[in-house]
């Protein structure tokens, strides 16, 4: 599931949490799904636990997934929902962005060439 780029700029537990959160969205990772441990995904990815315990300790501070004492962490059953909510949010964020483009001189037809090229792209 979780893929490590050590190159990135982003930090590894900013990956785990992004790939999280994308296999979230797509529904890879349904609500009440297990999460691999700490302690075997360190392994898997050769990467040092505490990262680990970081991404999934903010993960739950965003209500994403929870643990169970004994049993491990799972998904939170209204993950998806709680993403879409948090991601609709940026809404603004486009809007200042597009703004400032305009101002910058670029097309309308370029913009929505841009959102139309994001929303088929197969890639996801």
């Given at each position: 599931?979780?893929?490590?780029?050590?190159?990135?700029?982003?930090?590894?537990?900013?990956?785990?949490?992004?790939?999280?959160?994308?296999?979230?969205?797509?529904?890879?990772?349904?609500?009440?799904?297990?999460?691999?441990?700490?302690?075997?995904?360190?392994?898997?990815?050769?990467?040092?636990?505490?990262?680990?315990?970081?991404?999934?300790?903010?993960?739950?501070?965003?209500?994403?997934?929870?643990?169970?004492?004994?049993?491990?962490?799972?998904?939170?059953?209204?993950?998806?929902?709680?993403?879409?909510?948090?991601?609709?949010?940026?809404?603004?964020?486009?809007?200042?962005?597009?703004?400032?483009?305009?101002?910058?001189?670029?097309?309308?037809?370029?913009m929505i060439a841009?959102?139309?090229?994001?929303?088929?792209?197969?890639?996801?």
């Open positions: 599931m979780f893929n490590i780029d050590k190159m990135s700029r982003t930090p590894i537990y900013g990956q785990i949490i992004e790939q999280f959160e994308r296999a979230v969205i797509t529904g890879e990772y349904g609500g009440g799904k297990l999460l691999p441990s700490v302690r075997e995904l360190a392994v898997k990815l050769s990467v040092n636990p505490n990262t680990l315990q970081k991404a999934y300790t903010e993960l739950e501070r965003r209500g994403l997934c929870h643990s169970v004492p004994g049993s491990g962490r799972f998904v939170s059953p209204d993950a998806a929902e709680k993403l879409r909510g948090m991601k609709r949010g940026l809404i603004s964020d486009v809007e200042r962005l597009v703004r400032e483009l305009r101002l910058s001189g670029i097309s309308e037809d370029e841009v959102v139309l090229n994001v929303y088929h792209d197969e890639r996801k």
